[in-house]
């Protein structure tokens, strides 16, 4: 089955550091460009960074500075290392991943993990 597995999420004060990873599964393959996302209470998800498969990255305006994103195409694996955090980075992060499975190229979504950031 295509799945993205995220982990890292968590609690941590404002100023402190967080890694989230997100490891595609084994039947994904040819993996292009991936990313994470994230979306707070009432609003819409939002891009945070992406990253492609030459490590060509972008970020949203909001983290630029403060958010790093990396992957490792061995092991179709993306991280995103997030430093001086933010009470309004406070949100679900999904990670993406451009992919195929089986026969099939798609967009592919995590399940989220929770990242809480006090002030």
């Known amino acids: 089955q295509a799945q993205l597995v995220e982990s890292g999420g968590g609690l941590v004060q404002a100023g402190g550091a967080l890694r989230l990873s997100c490891a595609a599964s084994g039947v994904m393959h040819s993996v292009n460009t991936m990313g994470w996302y994230r979306q707070a209470p009432g609003n819409q998800r939002e891009l945070v960074a992406t990253i492609t498969r030459d490590g060509i990255s972008n970020y949203a305006d909001s983290v630029k500075g403060r958010f790093t994103i990396t992957r490792d195409n061995a092991k179709n694996t993306e991280y995103l290392q997030m430093n001086s955090l933010k009470p309004e980075d406070s949100a679900v992060y999904y990670c993406?991943?451009?992919?195929?499975?089986?026969?099939?190229?798609?967009?592919?979504w995590g399940q989220g993990t929770q990242v809480t950031v006090s002030s």
């Open positions: 993406s991943a451009d992919a195929i499975s089986g026969f099939r190229r798609g967009n592919y």
